[in-house]
Every structure is written in structure tokens, then in C-alpha cells.
């Protein structure tokens, strides 16, 4: 059972937006940043988000993330074929200053 | 562009050590903190702990009483340690650059069997 909850599917057709929900508590979410990872089978994690919102070097700007409260997201608009993939969350927590993970959410485009 | 790339035994029996090593390259190790997360089969990723180049470290509560962190800097690496292993240690290992979930750089992670 992972500390932050994501919904374990996801789809879209070709140019559409998708978005993905995180959610978590005042102890991680609530008080720290949120960062998502996209995650191709078979493959290392790849930073996607940081900071809540802000996009590394190299990530197009059809991925975006925002954060409410104890809750986060990440949406993906104009959805294309290689963005099929795993979607983790992330934040800090409080409780034991370490990081905790999602549950994964698997994005497939239709 | 730093390169991460961990290195060890794949194949254990339960009740050994699982050690694994993460070299870093293209980068030094100095004032940085590194992370060691892992990832069974089907799931999601999971936190094991994470160690600051001066050798302060701190580990997830679940799996504290079986974990070492160590880093040498005069290699460029650090360590993972975790005792006693079982099928429940069985994962996809990721050694990763950064804290606070902020990661930008990771290895191409060490698959890590335990069966008898």
C-alpha cells in the first residue's frame, strides 16, 4: 500500500489531454514539493516535474503538473503515442524525512 | 552528464547480504546526496535510503534494521548493504542522485533475485 494514492489506469486517444491525480496527506503533499516520473517498462524512472510545476531541460511542454493542498497532478496534453508509460508521484514526508512514492499510474494511449 | 551504474551479485539465497555498488561517473560524488531505491516485480518504487557524500545518512523505517549506506569518495561510489534477505527483497535496484524525491539521475538499475 503506497503512502500516496494514484488511480492504476489511465487513457487517452492521440491529442488529447489526459491528467493524473496524487493523492496524499498534510505530512507529505500538504507541507512539501511534488515531483512525477514517467517510467517506460524496462527502464529507469525519468524526472518529469520537480518542484510541483517546473519542467526539466528537455521535457516538452505538454506535460505539466500543479498542486492543490494535500493533493497533485500531472497533465498531458496533445497525448501521442510515446507517452505511453508509467506515472509515479512523489513528495517528502515529514514523518520519517525520506521520500515516498506513488502507486504508479499506467498511462495507455488508445 | 553524470552516469550512474550499480553493479553486484543478481542471484541470493535467503538469509544472505545483498551488496550492491553504484558508481558514479562523469561527476564527482562531493556535495551531493545519493539514494538507493528499489522496485519489485509489478510494482511501485520504493525508498530504501540515502546517504550525503560526508557520510550522513538515513534510511526508510521499514527497512532500517537491515540497511547500510556507505560511500567512498576517493572511488566515486557508494554502497548498499541489506541483511537477511528474503523473496520480498527481490527487485529491480536503482541507484539515484538527489533527495527530497528530487531525482535527476539514475543508474540503469541492478535486478536482484532471491530464491533457494
Known amino acids: 500500500q503506497s503512502v500516496l494514492t494514484q488511480p492504476p489506469s489511465a487513457s487517452g486517444t492521440p491529442g488529447q489531454t489526459v491528467s493524473i491525480s496524487c493523492s496524499g496527506s498534510s505530512s507529505n503533499i500538504g507541507s512539501n514539493y511534488v515531483y512525477w516520473y514517467q517510467q517506460v517498462p524496462g527502464t529507469a524512472p525519468k524526472l518529469l516535474i520537480y518542484?510541483?510545476?517546473h519542467r526539466p531541460s528537455g521535457v516538452p511542454d505538454r506535460f505539466s503538473g500543479s498542486k492543490s493542498g494535500t493533493s497533485a497532478s500531472l497533465a498531458i496534453s496533445g497525448l501521442r503515442s510515446e507517452d505511453e508509460a508509467d506515472y509515479y508521484c512523489a513528495s517528502w514526508t515529514d514523518s520519517f524525512s525520506g521520500p515516498v512514492f506513488g502507486g504508479g499510474t499506467k498511462l495507455t494511449v488508445l | 552528464q553524470v552516469q550512474l551504474q550499480e553493479s553486484g551479485p543478481g542471484l541470493l539465497k535467503p538469509s544472505e547480504t545483498l551488496s550492491l555498488t553504484c558508481t558514479v561517473s562523469?561527476?564527482?560524488?562531493?556535495?551531493?546526496?545519493w539514494t538507493w531505491i528499489r522496485q519489485p516485480p509489478g510494482k511501485g518504487l520504493e525508498w530504501i535510503g540515502y546517504?550525503?557524500?560526508?557520510?550522513?545518512?538515513n534510511y526508510n523505517p521499514s527497512l532500517k534494521s537491515r540497511v547500510t549506506i556507505s560511500v567512498d569518495t576517493s572511488r566515486n561510489h557508494f554502497s548498499l548493504k541489506l541483511t537477511s534477505v528474503t523473496a520480498a527483497d527481490t527487485a529491480v535496484y536503482y541507484c539515484a542522485r538527489g533527495i527530497s524525491a528530487w531525482y535527476t539521475s539514475w543508474g540503469q538499475g541492478a535486478p536482484v533475485t532471491v530464491s533457494s
Open positions: 518542484s510541483n510545476n
Open positions: 546517504i550525503y557524500y560526508s557520510g550522513s545518512s
Open positions: 562523469g561527476g564527482s560524488i562531493n556535495s551531493h546526496y
